[in-house]
């Protein structure tokens, strides 16, 4: 070390208040960078690039750094264990320590990893996309304009329901739109509704009426339905700042899935009109109406709950995906195993369900899920134990993933609460202005 007071055999570091004493020989090979930089400085210049402050009279180095993460470090670096995150401390902040003395997210246990990629995925979905989206609200200079305040005002009311009370009176009609048009699906196909749709017509008109829209009230409903949907997404992507992002989006993907289909078999009554066409179409046009199913989706857009479990599930596929695996490998192997015993031993008494192991994996899949719809069953006792043993492991299998799942849930929930909870303060003062 070619700078500090000579004849010190150690020199102490003082971080956050806490002090610590080294001998030299071990600085020039501590395995903090940081720290071991100090080993080459030459000029008090050199060491304060390393250290915050410096005393040459007691040759002690001033980090003003948290003092708990600086222990637990040392505590590693030693050999003394491994490295975790310190109690009552961010999980970011921890790796800022980690960075600024030189370690890397590699060197934390595997447990602290993935707390600490979980933190930073969360907090790059959440507070980074929301602050470049403030940073983007602000215009300035020419950007100013009233037309482009007025195109953001627009695009929050149409994208954020909590946003203003504008907004919440657009989504409310929404709602009411995709209720009324859920319902008038759901009556549309009970005997009674269509018996007294179709009194006193020819059996033309009965086939175009079930196979496209009519002009009976409940046709006529749909389209206005149709109709708000359809201005409602216009306008989203006209107000929307990026068209390509816009379209890209699974809620608006979920929207031009609903309102194409209606569109769709509109066309296809047309150009069939009422040859024989239209029966060979009328299959088609019945699976296109009731893809509008998918309007019901439209309510993650307004309800927090919904947006969680969409939320919950993105975050989640790993666990989704072990949990498909678990249950996969379960299957084959119950599956084989009671297709030999049910089937494959005693082919004079055989089970005849068990025939195949596709067929028995579908008594694996109920066992599992404790559904048991009673449809097949096993009939020998080798079967039966194994049954029971199948059922146990379903139960098992399919507890293992749900902690991490409800954990993820919670912290979404929270989230998407927080959020709205800040725009519901901004509703709160535009409504008293």
């Not at 030299?24 to 903090?32: A, G, T, Y």
């Not at 390509?244 to 194409?260: G, H, M, Q, S, Y």
Request: aromatic share 12%; charged share 20%; glycine share 6%.
């Amino acid at each position: 070390m070619t700078f500090g007071r000579s004849g010190a055999a150690s020199v102490v570091l003082n971080v956050g208040g806490a002090r610590y004493s080294l001998s030299r020989e071990l600085l020039k090979d501590f395995p903090l960078r940081r720290v071991s930089r100090l080993h080459g400085c030459r000029s008090e210049r050199d060491v304060l690039e390393v250290c915050d402050d410096y005393d040459r009279e007691r040759n002690e180095y001033f980090f003003d750094r948290h003092s708990e993460a600086f222990g637990f470090i040392l505590l590693y670096v030693r050999g003394h264990g491994k490295l975790r995150f310190a109690p009552r401390m961010c999980e970011l902040s921890f790796y800022n320590e980690m960075i600024y003395w030189g370690l890397e997210g590699a060197h934390l246990e595997y447990c602290c990893q993935r707390r600490l990629d979980d933190r930073m995925s969360d907090t790059y979905t959440f507070y980074s996309a929301d602050e470049l989206g403030r940073d983007d609200a602000r215009p300035s200079g020419a950007e100013a304009a009233p037309s482009r305040r007025w195109l953001e005002r627009m695009r929050r009311t149409f994208e954020e329901p909590t946003s203003s009370l504008a907004a919440q009176i657009l989504a409310s009609v929404s709602v009411v739109f995709v209720i009324v048009s859920m319902v008038v699906l759901c009556a549309s196909t009970l005997p009674d509704w269509r018996a007294a749709a179709t009194d006193n017509r020819s059996l033309d008109d009965r086939s175009r009426y079930s196979a496209g829209p009519g002009r009976e009230p409940s046709g006529i409903i749909e389209a206005i339905c149709i109709g708000w949907f359809t201005a409602e997404c216009i306008v989203r992507f006209i107000v929307s700042k990026n068209k390509c992002e816009f379209v890209k989006r699974p809620l608006n993907i979920i929207d031009l899935l609903a309102i194409t289909p209606y569109y769709i078999s509109v066309l296809m009554t047309v150009f069939t009109g009422e040859n024989s066409q239209l029966q060979r179409a009328g299959v088609t046009l019945r699976v296109l109406r009731m893809m509008r199913i998918f309007w019901v989706i439209k309510l993650a857009r307004h309800f927090i709950g919904l947006q969680t479990l969409g939320l919950t599930l993105k975050r989640c596929y790993r666990e989704m995906v072990m949990l498909l695996v678990f249950i996969c490998v379960a299957m084959a192997i119950f599956s084989a195993l009671s297709q030999l015993l049910e089937h494959g031993l005693d082919l004079e008494t055989s089970n005849k369900d068990f025939a195949s192991i596709p067929a028995a994996c579908w008594w694996v899949i109920i066992s599992m899920t404790t559904v048991g719809y009673g449809d097949m069953y096993p009939i020998t006792v080798p079967g039966r134990i194994l049954g029971g043993v199948c059922v146990v492991s379903g139960i098992v299998l399919l507890a293992l993933p749900i902690t991490f799942i409800y954990h993820s849930f919670v912290q979404c929930y929270h989230e998407l609460k927080f959020r709205s909870a800040r725009y519901s303060r901004s509703l709160s003062a535009e409504f008293l202005n």
